[in-house]
């Protein structure tokens, strides 16, 4: 399938998707209610079938947090970076992939740990890579820790 | 009088143990907590961040020329590898024309890399499963690819040959010389490795079999490289996303269907052959020009995100760059090909012994500081 059938697939099921081609992928972005119902249908429609996320990550904007999705299919040879918007940077939320995407569960666990994102019914959310009683979230902008971090 | 011997005296409970963070066969500090019945693994929990430095968080404040240091400390073993994934991406946001000849350059030590941690992985699998002339042999080799890599860059591991733009210095006159005389040898040499391991009997009782990895899984745990294509995943990005110089070299992709131990073994030791194959079709082949494109001395990209992925050694690598038009990035994700290999270490050590849980993990190729960046 090519970037505009992807675009009509994800439009039809979520209107408000906002689309951008991007120097390689098409960027899609929607609301982070609606990811858990549109990954599934991602994975598991044969037209499109996108089985293999090879990259999940945060970033944190000024408004607002982002979780990027970077899906493959094997069968079609097709990307697609899916973007979700958290409108709540203080207290961020999303429905958790991992029981569409094995891989992401140790994703989610380091989005977590480094961004303070919530992944909701995740089996298993914990502190990955920092000590269990870190305070904050060091990937945040807003991040200080005035001992180790060396100001330019 | 004898005491009767209840059946409730002989119940089996389950317990923990810690594997590592001091273990040798985890390859550096990684801590594994074993759920145990008996000796049968019934759970591999992984515990990380012994060596996090935060390098996402670093290159926030680092230009760009100065991000591709900081890779080579991630996977060393494919730090040739990592520092190309940088500079692609941030050629390809530049949209930076690269001259033919960095291009196979690139290709060549790319490979000579790959080579050396292939050859290092087998000498370390060997001696995990308790062989130690192995790594004896795989060090011996793997000095003559380090001689060249010094006499080319200075450095044996840390290299920082590539810069956005091309190459820190252009090759050593030797180079090519070098580099055919070691093919010349590794050829007689690596029929060796399958006399001493990938035939032996020991061995192969304690890998054929172990630590299954169906195709179905490899794809959702996001398993990658070697150990994603011995069970049927064709993953390899030189192939489907060809970079640099692979689309004009022809080799095979290296598929198995079996998915045990023994299967990702014997693919890496062909990909080794696949590789001396590349670097003969490039070796006399290096075009003329220059080694290095100019560019500014601080790189300012502009406003928009480029993703670059690459083929390590250890399989997929990823460099994802959001920039807002400053000379730092915004925000910049690597992709490390252990993080998403070891997430399926629980799933293939279930039911194993320990003993075969090493034998896994050789055959993963963890790399630590790779997984905790």
Known sequence: ?152 | MEEVIQDKDLESKEYFINMGPQHPSTHGVLRLVLSLDGEIIRKVEPHLGFIHRSIEKMCEHDVYNQIVHLTDRMDYLSCHINNEAVCLCVEQALQLEIPDRIKVIRTIIGELTRLSSHQLWWGVMGMDLGAITSFLYGFRDREMITDIFEETCGARLTMNYNLPGGLMFDIHPNFQKRTKDFIAHFKKKLPEYDTLLSNNVIFRQRTKGIGYLSKEDAISYGVTGPTARASGFSCDVRKHHPYSGYDKVQFKEILDTEGDCYARYKCRIAEMWESMSIIEQLIDNIPEGPHKVPTKAVIKLPKGEWYQKVETARGEFGVYIISEGQKSPYRLKFRSPGFSNLSALDHMARGCKIADLVAIMSTLDLVIPDIDR
């Open chain 1, 1 to 152: 399938m090519d970037n505009e059938g992807i675009k009509k697939f994800i439009l039809d099921r979520v209107p408000e998707a906002e689309c951008v081609e991007g120097s390689q992928f098409l960027q899609v972005t929607i609301p982070s209610e609606k990811i858990f119902p549109l990954a599934g249908e991602l994975k598991s429609n044969e037209s499109t079938s996108f089985d293999f996320l090879f990259c999940l990550t945060a970033v944190d904007w000024p408004d607002h947090m982002q979780v990027v999705y970077h899906l493959k299919s094997t069968a079609h040879n097709h990307q697609l970076a899916l973007k979700c918007k958290i409108a709540s940077r203080e207290n961020p939320e999303i429905e958790t992939v991992c029981h569409i995407w094995r891989t992401a569960e140790l994703h989610e666990r380091e989005a977590y740990d480094l961004f303070g994102i919530k992944f909701l019914n995740h089996p298993d959310l914990r502190r990955l890579l920092l000590t269990d009683d870190w305070e904050g979230y060091p990937m945040r902008k807003d991040y200080d820790d005035p001992i180790n971090m060396i100001e330019y």
